[in-house]
């Protein structure tokens, strides 16, 4: 059973960045995909940014290209997602997610599943 632990939310200023990181309890996470999704309240949970198991392949959300990137340290057993020019519709509960195989975008296709950790932008 992979056990996902997420950190680095916190509340930050419209425009600013944040690095959320998720680590992964039991290797080997170098044969998944990782994912991340979001939650905003009263909202559906939606796929934000993917990466393919050795980091190679990454994919992103229209709303978030060029302002987010994902990426993994296989070493560590851990993936991150580096948050820049923040907006306030970025507010939401971030969750990381991974399945064995491709990225997909669809939340059903990911196996396991991390706690979320909040992200609140001002404006």
């Known amino acids: 059973q992979v056990q996902l632990v997420e950190s680095g939310g916190g509340l930050v200023q419209a425009g600013g960045s944040l690095r959320l990181s998720c680590v992964a309890s039991?290797?080997?996470?170098?044969?998944?995909?990782m994912g991340w999704f979001r939650q905003a309240p009263g909202k559906e949970r939606e796929f934000v940014a993917g990466?393919?198991?050795?980091?190679?392949?990454?994919y992103y959300a229209d709303s978030v290209k060029g302002r987010f990137t994902i990426s993994r340290d296989n070493a560590k057993n851990t993936v991150y997602l580096q948050m820049s020019s923040l907006k306030p519709e970025d507010t939401a509960v971030y969750y990381c997610?991974?399945?064995?195989?491709?990225?997909?975008?669809?939340?059903?296709?990911?196996?396991?599943w991390g706690q979320g950790t909040q992200v609140t932008v001002s404006s």
């Open positions: 990466i393919s198991w050795n980091g190679g392949i990454t």
């Open positions: 039991v290797p080997p996470l170098s044969s998944y995909a």
């Open positions: 997610a991974t399945r064995p195989g491709a990225i997909l975008t669809g939340r059903s296709a990911y196996s396991y």
